[in-house]
């Protein structure tokens, strides 16, 4: 049970109790029970009203929270696309330029190898 229904819970007993052992006639009880039942009333609605209030008030802060943090996650996945979208690009131009830079080495390991067989041959004569 929260704090405040168990103030609630204690004012209403000594009320109860007070309204009970005081020296009043039937009709004059009555009239104060039912004007302190009026005014019990109306400050359980303004209670509840209050909190009715805070709870609309907290959904919107909740949803606007929400809000912002669904915006973010979809400007991080578009900027996560981008950047996998540029290494891929990048990674292909770089494939691209090591099979270029390859052939070169191959070529030249070739024209390197014909360059000492002939070396080898003109020796060997």
Request: without cysteine.
């Amino acid at each position: 049970m929260s704090k405040t229904a168990k103030v609630l819970l204690a004012a209403i007993g000594g009320f109860v109790a007070g309204i009970l052992l005081a020296p009043k006639s039937g009709e004059e009880t009555r009239k104060d029970i039912k004007k302190k039942t009026t005014e019990a009333k109306k400050a359980a609605t303004q209670k509840a009203d209050e909190v009715r209030a805070a709870a609309k008030e907290g959904a919107k802060t909740l949803q606007k929270g929400a809000d912002v943090a669904g915006k973010e996650a979809a400007e991080f996945g578009l900027s996560a696309k981008a950047t996998a979208e540029k290494i891929a690009a990048e990674a292909a131009e770089l494939g691209g330029e090591a099979k270029v830079r390859a052939s070169r080495v191959a070529a030249d390991a070739k024209r390197t190898a014909q360059t000492l067989q002939k070396d080898a041959e003109k020796h060997l004569r």
